[in-house]
Nanobody
């Protein structure tokens, strides 16, 4: 069974930076479009950035200018660098991706990684 796995969350001071990673485990062929979302307690999940297989990126207004998303297709990984983090940037970050495998092309979500920004 293919699973999306996020990592890199943790505690960071206000104004600091953090890089999150997203990959997959299990048997699969390739990872295509990848999305990063975040969800703070009591709030709806928000799409923050998208990166296509070709590397085309889109950012939400709430993170543009303070974030850089990238990917390494050889490693089948995506990376989200968040800069100038503030306490309101303390949500769980989720990655979801279109992954091709034995069952065809499926959109799969990870379980998330927590980012905590201390003031």
């Amino acid at each position: 069974q293919v699973q999306v796995v996020e990592s890199g969350g943790g505690l960071v001071q206000s104004g600091g930076s953090l890089t999150l990673s997203c990959g997959a485990s299990g048997t699969f062929n390739n990872i295509y479009i990848m999305h990063w979302h975040r969800q703070a307690p009591g709030r709806e999940r928000e799409l923050v950035t998208t990166i296509t297989y070709a590397g085309t990126t889109e950012y939400s207004d709430s993170v543009e200018g303070r974030s850089t998303v990238s990917r390494d297709n050889a490693k089948k990984m995506s990376y989200l660098q968040r800069n100038s983090l503030e306490p309101e940037d303390t949500p769980v970050y989720f990655c979801n991706a279109d992954i091709s495998g034995p069952g065809g092309l499926r959109n799969t979500w990870g379980r998330g990684t927590q980012v905590t920004v201390s003031s």
